[in-house]
């Protein structure tokens, strides 16, 4: 029987009951390890992560808890190479693919403890400036402290690694212990992560927890002052702000949901102009990278009428030349699904879109490169495309999480904003042009309803860090269908684990909060 990993918590290792939940190889269909949470006490291990782990990372500063994430940091750096091979077996990526899981966390916990450090040898944050209450003496100061609580992450199954460290990054240097939860598909990279920095000795006791298998109950263990971050299906993001714990005692809950992202390019672009290659290239990134298992894929292309039948073509051509199969292959561009079961999922999507869309690339053309179809969870590069853009509802309510797109005609701009806004809120989109002034209305005009907008010109070809890369420095995060949620965006993801006060008191008062560094 293969390996059960054990659970991080209460400040020991511990295995679950029962042969638990098997991991698998998506491509070669092989079992990988068993994951399993059963037994385990879960209240004991959350009151255990407040006070033991809450209290080791309140009496540290800001500045300690920085130099905590970069050793964290140095200590992952060291396994990469580890973390490569569990990706490409247990989530089927190739390298380049696993990079932006794994070398993504490792980036934005750096780029943390570079923030953190500047925070100061202080426990305590200032939020504004004193406002006067009197004409002398009496006033207001706004105080951010670290809630008094555990951060619950139950992440999704695509980013096993980036998934936990962009959430973890700010919950730490804020003081907040964490306690993960991943997807127990790709729940290995995870745990081994985990596993390594709480070997390290790098985080005090208590303060990083893992568990691995069913979130069943987890939520019961919530208490007031602690947070909850989820990232998945809007399902299940309405059974979490169902529950008791959110609904009554009002634990804080940042939720990333589905999001249908689009791509616009602008009137008066030409097929032979830079920026409508510009888009055609980023599609096919986007539609390929990680077999289109990101949340910020694009899932929509919206370009002028007059150009429908070229990006068709365009498009159509560059996934014709992406080779699909197995990750292992130095051939092989893009890997497989997670599982057969998203597999499964992703077809069905594919059916449903193709009732309301015509195929322009047909992503079953693609031969399977050095894996068993009947056994790899491998689907080629799907785009749909219908000229109709306004009557095929599917495509605007609808996300396949894998690597299919549908092409959509607009009139004109006003219409083609409409047509954006019918995702009902997403994470990203971006826009394409030449024409500075168009390329700012059209971000002004989408950021009421998308999370980021990401604006390429030609002047910044080289630069732009791509559609679907979450950088750290800005928000992450959505209205509407996309969960509602902010993550990142530098420090303002420090707002979510810290509780804002206002203190009214002398101003003499006041000085010595400003003035000393707080008590833990």
């Known amino acids: ?211 691995c298998g069913s979130s069943s109950g987890l939520l019961d263990a919530l208490q007031p002052f602690d947070v909850l971050s989820f990232t998945g299906s809007a399902e299940t993001a309405a059974t979490i702000r169902a529950h008791r714990a959110v609904a009554a005692n009002s634990v804080r809950v940042n939720i990333e949901a589905d999001s249908l992202n689009s791509a616009l390019l602008l009137p008066g672009v030409t097929a032979d102009a830079e920026a409508f290659s510009l888009l055609v290239k980023e599609v096919v990134r986007e539609m390929t990278v990680k077999s289109g298992q990101k949340c910020t894929a694009i899932r929509r292309i919206f370009v002028p009428e007059s150009l429908y039948d070229a990006a068709a073509e365009a498009i159509s051509a560059r996934l014709a030349k992406t080779t699909v199969g197995n990750p292992r292959n130095e051939a092989v561009r893009m890997g497989s699904l997670v599982s057969r079961e998203q597999h499964q999922s992703v077809i069905e999507g594919i059916t449903a879109l193709g009732q309301a869309a015509q195929r322009l690339h047909d992503g079953s053309q693609h031969a399977l490169v050095d894996c068993d179809p009947a056994i790899a969870a491998c689907v080629g590069p799907t785009l749909f495309g219908t000229r109709d853009a306004d009557t095929a509802d599917v495509v605007h309510r609808m996300e396949v999480f894998g690597p299919v797109s549908t092409l959509l ?17 997403s994470l990203v989109a971006s826009v394409y042009g030449d024409d500075n002034a168009a390329l700012a209305r059209a971000a002004t005009e989408l950021a009421d309803s998308h999370g980021r907008v990401h604006v390429i010109s030609p002047a910044i070809a080289a630069q732009n860090t791509g559609h679907g890369n979450v950088m750290p420095h800005s928000l992450h995060g959505g209205p509407g269908r996309a969960g509602g949620g902010e993550e990142l965006g530098g420090l303002r993801a420090l707002n979510f684990y810290h509780r804002r006060a206002a203190i009214q008191a002398d101003g003499a008062v006041l000085d010595q909060i400003i003035a000393a560094p707080f008590a833990p």
């Open 1 to 211: 029987m293969t390996e059960l990993l054990k659970n991080f918590i209460g400040g020991q290792w511990v295995a679950g009951n029962g042969p638990g939940a098997v991991l698998r190889d998506p491509v070669l269909g092989t079992d990988l390890v068993r994951v399993s949470r059963d037994g385990i006490d879960v209240d004991t291990a959350f009151r255990f992560a407040r006070n033991a782990g809450g209290a080791a990372l309140r009496a540290m500063t800001y500045t300690e808890r920085a130099a905590m994430l970069g050793e964290i940091a140095k200590v992952l750096q060291a396994n990469r190479d580890a973390y490569y091979d569990i990706a490409t077996a247990n989530s089927g990526t190739v390298k380049n693919d696993s990079a932006v899981d794994i070398d993504g966390g490792i980036y934005t916990l750096g780029q943390y403890a570079r923030w953190g450090a500047a925070l100061g040898e202080q426990r305590a944050l200032l939020d504004g400036t004193r406002a006067k209450l009197a004409k002398e003496g009496f006033a207001s100061q706004h105080l951010m402290v670290p809630t008094r609580g555990v951060a619950l992450f139950i992440n999704a199954f695509n980013f096993p690694s980036w998934g936990l460290w962009e959430k973890a990054a700010p919950a730490l240097l804020s003081g907040v212990p964490v306690i993960a939860k991943p997807a127990t598909a790709t729940a290995w990279l995870t745990q081994r992560m985990v596993a390594d920095v709480v070997n390290a000795g790098v985080v005090p006791v208590g303060a990083l927890s893992i568990l």
């Open 409 to 425: 005609p607009y009139r004109d701009l006003d219409h083609a904003f409409t047509l954006a806004r019918r995702g009902e809120g």
